[in-house]
């Protein structure tokens, strides 16, 4: 079977996994600034870990299949770097509730501007289009 005959699977899972992972993620950070435990239980912990490895483990597979050397991609990629650090910060390290606000909305922001840099496959994504 051709690398390529997997590709509309690959980038269906890919941008399902994409969903499902910026859905669970802010989901958990607003139960964290509602002052809720079940965002940082055990299972959904996994769940989170689960998601992002699958949807990371597709997008590499994508990206080499289809040969991407344009800038979009490590432009992407520093996003991810950016959205798992406020992301991380977000949900437990910030050491107040104020500044955990703050994390999340700046990694909301990252993942929004990683998507649109996805989809318009430009470096600016849609700031591209104000520039
Ligand atoms: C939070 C992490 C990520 C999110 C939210 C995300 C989201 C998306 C979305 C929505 C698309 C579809 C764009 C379209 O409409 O065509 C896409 C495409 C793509 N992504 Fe990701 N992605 C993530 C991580 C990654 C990573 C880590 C890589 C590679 C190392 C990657 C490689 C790609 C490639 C190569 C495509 C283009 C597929 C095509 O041209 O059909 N993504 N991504």
Redesign the pocket.
């Known amino acids: 079977m051709p690398a390529m005959s997997w590709y509309p699977l690959l ?1 269906h899972a ?2 399902g996994l ?1 969903l499902l ?2 859905a669970l993620f802010t989901l958990r950070g607003l139960g964290v600034l509602a002052g809720a435990r079940w965002p940082m239980l055990g299972a959904v912990r996994a769940a989170s870990v689960l998601f992002d490895t699958l ?2 483990a597709a ?2 597979t ?2 080499v299949l ?1 040969q ?1 050397s344009q800038a979009w ?1 490590p432009v ?2 520093g996003l ?1 770097v950016a ?1 798992i650090v406020l992301g991380s910060l977000a949900l437990k390290r910030a050491p107040t509730r104020a500044a955990k606000a703050a994390c999340f909305a700046a990694a909301l922001l990252c ?1 929004g501007l ?2 649109s840099v ?2 318009s ?1 430009h470096p600016l994504g849609f700031l591209a289009g104000l520039a």
């Open positions: 980038r890919h941008i994409a992972s910026v949807l990371l997008g590499v994508l990206a289809l991407v991609l992407k990629l991810l959205y993942v990683l998507v996805a989809r496959r």
